[in-house]
């Protein structure tokens, strides 16, 4: 499919609605509509909203930019495709006139008022076909100049800061263009979608003059509707209070801009009687404020349409708690078809979060076809010129490593064969992969992996308990290890020769020779768990795990930042998953228990409480966590009294019942891979 006629919107209509009149000749056999609005676009035909889902369509890199507008020193080219959806109309569609609406939001192509996004446009892009079939003839429409072009109600629209709605705003019509778009691939998109999943009704717990103050009972990602029965209505947003019951704001604002890029939804002169709603915006939180109290509020949950299949249910609380909690977190950032770490302040697809959390998220939903869609988002942002991947995808400047975010082009594939067994996407990452490998080999100093860019970040693991200590040259060498590691599994699952023996082994040799100490075993004396990155690089030996596992024995608290969770929970669940539960126990700080005495119903950014209350990047450790409550002591007992687990693994389910200490039943259906 190809669209060589879009219309192209002026860049001072902030939220264009474009209307095509048609006329239908006789009874219809067929009507099929194919669309596309960019940023994002609503369809409404004979004033009839066509579709219940949102933010159409998925984010992508669309077409190529001038990433100079934020960093001039960006030099990437990376890759483009554009999502269109098609329609079934004929039902919205009657004999004689009829009106086709697309209203324009800004979304990620125009997002040009907050810091650190590289946007693509100061216009706006929409196109269509639409397929007549009667019983004689034929017709297809298209954009032709004689659709009109408007402002409309919806007076600001911004993915992080809200909407302002005035329906008396003074409607114009404006000129336009049709024009052709740079280059790009089109697809017709086959990812899940933004759909309402749940709606709640909150409860009002605080009234102070012209302020209530609503609480959802969870930190959900969503927005609010209600019926208008006022001139005025402002809606404010938070995921935690103070004291005095005003909004605690910091946790879901920008990091440079406390308390100024917050999503704030306005209606202003709606139609009494009408549910008002924010088209193309929503936030995380647990609590809003709204000037007037509203009448049948509801609170829309939303994300990604993902499948939940797993299932987890034990007879420890706080084991509960983490599964879902992270499961809630989750879901909150699975947005535009793919993983963002924060569905507030950035709301980027961070290819070290979405890694970390990869085989978990996979074991507990049905992701095929958004994690499917997002690996096309990591090939996309490889710079097609030096093989190097970007620490967001889709691309959007954004702080992270070559190893634990760049690696993302072979661990998120290379977990998606391990839980769907699904070779196809091995293929299809295969050269990308040598690519990036490649890139690699230039980053190399002293046999290290010592640099990235000349812009950007160089990070090595992220948000430990304690001040950063461990070497960022020392984690990127070991996850070049882990991923060549898995690069040498994936050739030998495509049968292809695997030719990274020698490098291999040099970086082995730097790491060992810069350190570690022989004595002890220990690397870089275990700071930040520095031992865990060492044994999964395959370069500790037998004291080195020792250490690493008496380390825990003195002190069961992970004592590192993300990356090292997911690692260190891997070897405990296979050294010592007894001691893994233990950790997993604790309620006081550094550990996930501390988060739910403090209130948390989502997990935090950082394990002190500060930045974002909605992440999902410690959360790699809860495929260990069920992998070490099957596992049994020395008596053949298992490692929890009682649980209910499902999740699928290998190409199966896995559906375990655990009774007083003993596995009753394991049953094991194979998960086929292609959909109905």
Known sequence: ?????????????????????????????????????????????????????????????????????????????????????????KKFLKIGKNKIEILLGNGFLRENKRKYINWFSDNLYATFKLSLIYKNFNEIIEPDGFETLTNSFILQNNTFYGEVHDYNAVIKEYPYEIVSLPQTIYLEEDCPRDVVIKKIKPKLIHEHENEYLYDCGKNYSAFVSFISRNPYVEINYSEEIKNDYSLDQESCSDVDEIGEQVVKHIYKNAPTGKRCFPYFSMTSFRYFTSNVKLEDPIVNIIHSDVPVIGKFKTNNSLFNWEVEAFLRS????????????????????????????????????????????????????????????????????????????????????????LIYKDKNILNRCFSGMIRYIEFMMTTLENDLVSKERNWGWFLGDWV??????????????????????????????????????????????????????????????????????????????????????????RNPHFNCGFLGVNLASQILAKEDPKLLLKILKQIDYPSFGYWREKGATTFYEEWNGKGSHCHHMFGGFISSLMFSLVSKDNKGKTLIKNADLKYIYNGYINEIKIRNYEILSHKKTKFKYFLP
Request: charged letters at 25%; aromatic letters at 14%.
């Open 1 to 89: 499919m190809q669209f060589e006629k879009w219309i192209k919107t002026p860049k001072e209509i902030e939220t264009p609605l474009i209307t095509k009149t048609i006329e239908i000749k006789d009874s219809l056999i067929n009507a099929n509509l194919i669309i596309c609005g960019l940023g994002f676009y609503e369809l409404f035909i004979n004033d009839v909203r066509v579709d219940e889902s949102f933010y159409k369509p998925t984010v992508s890199d669309y077409f190529e930019r001038d990433f100079a507008i934020t960093n001039p020193k960006v030099k990437e080219k990376t890759s483009h495709r554009i999502y269109y959806n098609s329609f079934d109309v």
């Open 330 to 417: 989750l879901l909150n950032n699975f947005h535009y078809s793919y993983p963002s770490d924060c569905p507030h302040r950035e709301r980027l697809g961070y290819t070290g979060d979405g890694q970390a959390s990869s085989i978990p998220a996979m074991m507990l939903l049905d992701g095929r076809k958004f994690y499917k869609k997002w690996i096309e988002d990591i090939l996309d942002c490889q710079d097609v010129n030096s093989g190097h991947v970007q620490h967001t995808a889709p691309f959007f400047e954004a702080g992270g490593g070559p190893g634990g975010w760049g690696g993302a082009i072979i661990i998120v594939p290379y977990n998606y064969y």
């Open 464 to 553: 430990t308990p304690q001040p950063i200590r461990i070497k960022e040259d020392y984690v990127n060498s070991c996850y070049l290890l882990i991923c060549l590691k898995m690069f040498k599994n994936i050739c030998h699952i495509l049968r292809e020769e695997y030719k990274y023996q020698k490098l291999e082994q040099i970086v082995k040799k730097a790491l060992k020779t810069k350190y570690f100490d022989k004595k002890t075993g220990n690397y870089l004396e275990n700071v930040d768990d520095a031992n865990a990155f060492a044994i999964q690089a395959g370069i500790g030996n037998k004291k080195t795990m020792e250490q690493f596992l008496e380390t825990y024995r």
